[in-house]
T-cell receptor, first 113, second 110 residues
Framework: NAGVTQTPKFQVLKTGQSMTLQCAQD?????MSWYRQDPGMGLRLIHY???????DQGEVPNGYNVSRSTTEDFPLRLLSAAPSQTSVYFC????????????FGPGTRLTVL | EDKVVQSPLSLVVHEGDTVTLNCSYE??????LLWYKQEKKAPTFLFML????IEKKSGRLSSILDKKELFSILNITATQTGDSAVYLC??????????FGQGTRLTINP
C-alpha cells in the first residue's frame, strides 16, 4: 500500500512550457485534491474531484487543468507555465465521508524561470 | 469569504516549555477542523475536531474546539526538538474542500 504518490519530485520549467504533475493513490479513495503551498502560506486548493469523471474548481484554479478518468489517478496540467506558478504542489485523497481524513502525497517542487 | 487565521505565525521556545497555538475561522458550512504537522514534506494528520468542548489528546499534544467562538487551540506540553515544525490548521467546509491557515512555525531550542 503506497498511499498517495506524486511524480516528479522536482521540476524546472521555462515560462510558457506545459507539463503534467502526476498523482496516484491505491487506497480506493473517491475524493482527490490538488493544493499549492507558497512560502509563508498555508495550502490553497487548486482543483478537486469527488469521483471518476467529476472535477471542480477550488480557490486558485486559473492556469491549471485536471481530469479524472480513473479512481486512482488525478493529474494536474499546467497549460503555459508562469513564474507565479513556482510553488510546492501537494495531492491529497480521502474517502470523503464526514469525519474522514485527507492523506497527502510527498509533494512536487516546481520552479518556473 | 471563508478564511482561517492562525497565531502566532512564528514561535521560538526552549525544550520543555508548553506552547499553545491558535486557530480562528470564519467558514460557512463548517464540517470539521483539522490540525496537521508539516516538517520538510507533506502535512501529516494530527487531529480532527467536530464537536465543541471535547478535547482530543495524543501523547503530549491536545486540541479543543469552540464552535461558538469559532476557534481551536493546539497545546503541546514538555516540548522536544522533534516538535519543531509548521503546524497547519484547516477547516473542512464542503465535501473535503479544505481552507488552510497560514501556519505557525514552531522552533524548539535545546
Amino acid at each position: 500500500n503506497a498511499g498517495v504518490t506524486q511524480t516528479p519530485k522536482f521540476q524546472v520549467l521555462k515560462t510558457g512550457q506545459s507539463m503534467t504533475l502526476q498523482c496516484a493513490q491505491d487506497m480506493n479513495h473517491e475524493y482527490m485534491s490538488w493544493y499549492r503551498q507558497d512560502p509563508g502560506m498555508g495550502l490553497r486548493l487548486i482543483h478537486y474531484s469527488v469521483g471518476a469523471g467529476i472535477t471542480d474548481q477550488g480557490e486558485v484554479p486559473n492556469g491549471y487543468n485536471v481530469s479524472r478518468s480513473t479512481t486512482e489517478d488525478f493529474p494536474l496540467r499546467l497549460l503555459s507555465a508562469a513564474p507565479s506558478q513556482t510553488s510546492v504542489y501537494f495531492c491529497a485523497s480521502s474517502y470523503g465521508a464526514p469525519g474522514d481524513t485527507q492523506y497527502f502525497g510527498p509533494g512536487t517542487r516546481l520552479t518556473v524561470l | 469569504e471563508d478564511k482561517v487565521v492562525q497565531s502566532p505565525l512564528s514561535l521560538v521556545v526552549h525544550e520543555g516549555d508548553t506552547v499553545t497555538l491558535n486557530c480562528s475561522y470564519e467558514v460557512t458550512n463548517f464540517r470539521s477542523l483539522l490540525w496537521y504537522k508539516q516538517e520538510k514534506k507533506a502535512p501529516t494528520f494530527l487531529f480532527m475536531l467536530t464537536s465543541s468542548g471535547i478535547e482530543k489528546k495524543s501523547g503530549r499534544l491536545s486540541s479543543i474546539l469552540d464552535k461558538k467562538e469559532l476557534f481551536s487551540i493546539l497545546n503541546i506540553t514538555a516540548t522536544q526538538t522533534g516538535d519543531s515544525a509548521v503546524y497547519l490548521c484547516a477547516v473542512d467546509y464542503r465535501a473535503q474542500k479544505l481552507v488552510f491557515g497560514q501556519g505557525t512555525r514552531l522552533t524548539i531550542n535545546p
